[in-house]
């Protein structure tokens, strides 16, 4: 048996080592393009700001793999003939499977503006290894850099090119800060956070236009606010999508949409082939891109492949970030009404959304919470007072440095 | 990329085995070998009013800390654990380290430093040593090193004394700052640690067993009484000069911080077979890891903290000092260190309610 799995990011290489545990004999090899090693993504800004350094973002030691013997190939696929099931790398190489493992994560969503044809060099995105030779190879040459796009990896683009010296601008289409994720109060919070930080922060900004100089790198970026800002960097971080544009190219594709479409046991449509993390819709149309889901997702696409059955609904959301120094924790989903108090003076938050007498999601900023809790609390429908009652038990923060609940408005 | 700009470079190099890093090893390393093998410090010692060579170095030491407390400090002053720690770490070193012993010397009592014990400090349960002392410091020293300290790492685990008191782990702590993160994180090193810090507590609890063996028979064998001798001079040359000083803390800008407590501490060995068994843990929060890898990378004790935490594994190693700097710098908030028991409610029903999310997916 040869298990083949296309992509050696967190779901690939879950997926290796979940089939390694229940195969002790089978072959397995990991085909990437990106790098010789699975690394996290999530720490590329740590690489920028030189608080670690590449070999650190590896989370497994090297020799994991080959004490679990899986296979390493570096390479780009860029053929799949699932009839003879055969891959074909950019380099030639050849590769027969048995079963199939589609784990290519996403690309950032292609930068739309005018004026981008001239443009040589001067624009980056910041989602690969990559993307980040690219910022460091442009930042020393950069005063001023623009960011457009206000999620979670335009802030992290924006606290390393801070971090250089750099001056940025910062442009949001949105009224507020964030608001797929945040009501304006803590939109607003963040907002002056980060303009407190000397960013320039523009709320309800879009480029419309993006001018170049002589050498054919970025020099500025119109606004729909009619300004121009002169910058020699401009970071797109609009999204990401599916990494799937090469699969439309191949022989037998799998059935695509948003993503590969895969069923609720992660097969595609086609045979021997399966697909999880980023790559992969779901069938409710649902392209989950988080680490812990893809991390979930290619363990079960693991089972799956070794004939488990699996049936998987993506668990109730949470996640957590860090804008600049400000913690945010978040579970579950809002609620038609919500509970909200912020420590006077200080980054801290916390807001407890309900509906028809039961807790439907949590907001939390600048503290810490185990959110296993608010989990629990959603899944009981526990109520309002019952979740304030409780609130301290989900505390988490460090040791002399608990929030005082009773300062934020909640008696306990 | 590191910094624009020429300090940045120096800094760069300073804290990443650059040729700055070798340079101040070696002036550090220098530092130590003049120190205990000459006495070229002492005039100087005497020139500036203080008396000796040591008091010399317990001054500079004190310093240190100080100065290094201080930056640790508006480094972490959004973090309370931290800045407690330090403000405890920089007290003890000028109280307990510094200037009480130089007070019970000025008052004619031995010169005794509360905040050592065995088996870090031989001398504290060496008999011809203690012994000759008045009894509230045999007292102390017996109850210290025997009850207090295990008591102690039972409850809070050895952070108490190796992150919180101990003036090598104070000085790595903050003088050390710049070069917690060069610890090495293999396992290779893990098994390595394993082997080297448990043959240096058997050789010092061999050792002072015959301590007090020769001290109790030596007239009647006056050849162990000598063997004993040579032993315990080894003992000091080898561990208390060559390792802690000139290994320990010559060596910060190539090895880190903690080389000596990690591989040699007959202290931090026994404290660590205590935690094992103790309260103390770092509680990972569940599926919140994204591997980024900076809890592992600043862990000063080169512990991988990451593959606990990727595994959604809480965990207690005997190595860990508690220094809290995974848990500050996770940007995800998922590491929290904690003294537990299995015993406390809320203890059981996280358990609990951990073990229901594992088995069924939420809603
Ligand atoms: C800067 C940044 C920060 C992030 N921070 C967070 C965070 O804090 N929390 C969070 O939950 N999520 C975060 N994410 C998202 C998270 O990283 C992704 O959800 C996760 O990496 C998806 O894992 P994956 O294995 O599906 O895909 P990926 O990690 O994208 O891995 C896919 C791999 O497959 C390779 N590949 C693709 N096509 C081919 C091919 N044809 N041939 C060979 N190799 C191929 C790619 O090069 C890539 O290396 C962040 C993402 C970025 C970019
Ligand atoms: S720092 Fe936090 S998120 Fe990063 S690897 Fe460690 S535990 Fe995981």
Redesign the interface.
């Given at each position: 048996m040869h298990y083949v799995i296309i992509g050696n990011g967190v779901a690939g290489v879950t997926a290796a080592f979940a089939l390694r545990k229940r195969d002790p004999h089978a072959e397995i090899s990991v085909i990437g393009g990106e790098s010789d090693y699975f690394i996290s993504r999530t720490a590329l800004m740590y690489a920028f700001m030189d608080r670690m350094n590449l070999r650190d973002l590896e989370p497994f030691e090297r020799q994991s793999y080959t004490k679990q013997n899986i296979t390493l190939l570096r390479g780009w696929v860029s053929a799949l003939d699932a009839s003879s099931r055969i891959l074909r790398l950019a380099d030639g190489r050849n590769l027969s499977y048995d079963k199939l493992l589609l784990a290519t994560g996403s690309i950032p969503n292609p930068a739309p503006w005018p004026g981008l044809a001239t443009a040589k060099s001067g624009l980056v995105n910041f989602v690969s290894l990559q993307h980040l030779a690219e910022c460091e190879r442009l930042a020393p040459t950069t005063r001023r850099a623009v960011v457009a796009g206000g999620g979670l990896i335009g802030v992290e683009l924006v606290e390393c090119l801070h971090h250089h010296g750099i001056q940025v601008d910062f442009l949001v289409r949105d009224a507020w800060y964030w608001p797929m994720a945040l009501a304006p109060e803590e939109g607003e919070l963040i907002a002056d956070h980060i303009r407190h930080h000397g960013v320039n922060l523009l709320l309800g900004h879009e480029i419309t236009e993006v001018k170049t100089d002589t050498n054919s790198r970025v020099s500025a970026v119109r606004t729909s606010q009619g300004g121009e800002l002169p910058c020699q960097m401009l970071g797109a971080c609009i999204g990401v999508r599916p990494a799937i544009e090469w699969l439309r190219e191949v022989q037998t594709p799998p059935a695509l949409g948003r993503g590969i479409k895969i069923q609720s046991d992660f097969r595609t449509s086609l045979p021997n082939v399966w697909a999880a993390g980023d790559c992969a819709e779901l069938p409710t149309g649902q392209v989950e891109q988080i680490w812990y889901s893809a991390k979930r997702q290619g363990e079960l696409a693991a089972l799956s492949m070794l004939g488990d059955t699996v049936n998987y609904t993506p668990p109730l959301f949470f996640n957590s970030a860090k804008l600049f120094e400000i913690e945010y924790t978040t579970v579950g989903v809002r609620g038609a009404e919500s509970f909200f108090r912020r420590l006077p003076g200080k980054n801290v938050s916390i807001r407890i959304m309900h509906d028809q007498g039961a807790v439907t999601g949590f907001n939390m900023l600048g503290s810490r919470w185990n959110h296993t809790w608010f989990e629990k609390w959603i899944h009981e429908r526990r109520d309002l007072p019952y979740v304030l009652k409780n609130l301290h038990l989900a505390q988490f923060d460090v040791e002399f440095g608990r929030v005082s609940l009773s300062a934020l408005g909640v008696a306990s | 990329?590191?910094?624009?700009g020429a300090a940045h470079a120096l800094l760069?190099s300073i804290k990443?085995r650059g040729l700055a890093a070798w340079v101040l090893a070696a002036l550090f390393t220098g530092f130590y070998l003049v120190l205990y093998f000459t006495e070229w410090f002492s005039p100087l010692a005497q020139a500036i009013g203080l008396g000796s060579k040591w008091t010399l170095y317990g001054t500079l030491y004190t310093l240190a800390v100080t100065a290094g407390g201080i930056h640790v400090i508006r480094k972490y002053r959004?973090?309370?654990?931290?800045?407690?720690r330090t403000i405890v770490v920089i007290v003890v070193q000028a109280t307990f380290a510094y200037s009480i012993p130089m007070l019970l010397k000025f008052l004619h009592q031995p010169e005794y430093y509360l905040s050592y014990f065995w088996p870090l400090k031989l001398d504290y349960l060496t008999p011809s040593y203690i012994f000759s002392l008045p009894l509230p410091f045999i007292i102390y020293s017996f109850v210290g090193s025997l009850v207090l300290v295990p008591i102690l790492a039972a409850f809070f685990g050895k952070r108490w004394y190796c992150s919180w008191v101990c003036g090598c782990g104070g000085l790595a702590n903050t003088f050390g700052e710049p070069w917690r993160h060069l610890s090495d994180k293999?396992?290779t090193s893990w098994k390595i640690e394993k082997v080297t810090i448990y043959a240096v507590l058997g050789i010092t609890v061999v050792l002072t067993a015959l301590l007090f063996i020769s001290y109790g028979a030596g007239k009647a064998n006056p050849q162990l009484v000598r063997t004993t001798g040579e032993f315990q001079s080894y003992y000091g040359l080898i561990v208390s000069s060559l390792l802690s000083g000139v290994v320990g803390v010559g060596l910060y800008p190539l090895g880190g911080t903690r080389v000596w407590c990690r591989f040699a501490c007959p202290m931090a060995a026994l404290l660590g077979l205590v935690q094992k068994v103790g309260r103390y843990r770092i509680t990972v929060?569940?599926?919140?890891c994204?591997?980024?890898?900076?809890c592992?990378?600043y862990c000063e004790m080169g512990i991988d903290v990451?593959?606990y935490a990727?595994a959604n594994q809480s965990f207690t190693r005997a190595s860990c000092v508690g220094c809290?700097i995974c848990?500050?710098v996770c940007?995800?908030?998922v590491l929290?260190?904690?003294n537990v028991s299995s015993r406390d409610p809320?203890e059981s029903?996280?358990i609990q309610?951990?073990e229901?999310?594992a088995t069924r997916?939420?809603?």
């Open positions: - | 990329m590191i910094k624009p760069h990443n959004h973090n309370r654990y931290q800045v407690v293999s396992t929060k569940k599926d919140m994204i591997s980024c890898g900076m592992s990378k990451r593959s990727q809290g848990s500050e940007p995800r908030g929290n260190l904690e809320q029903k996280l309610i951990q229901v999310a997916p939420l809603i």
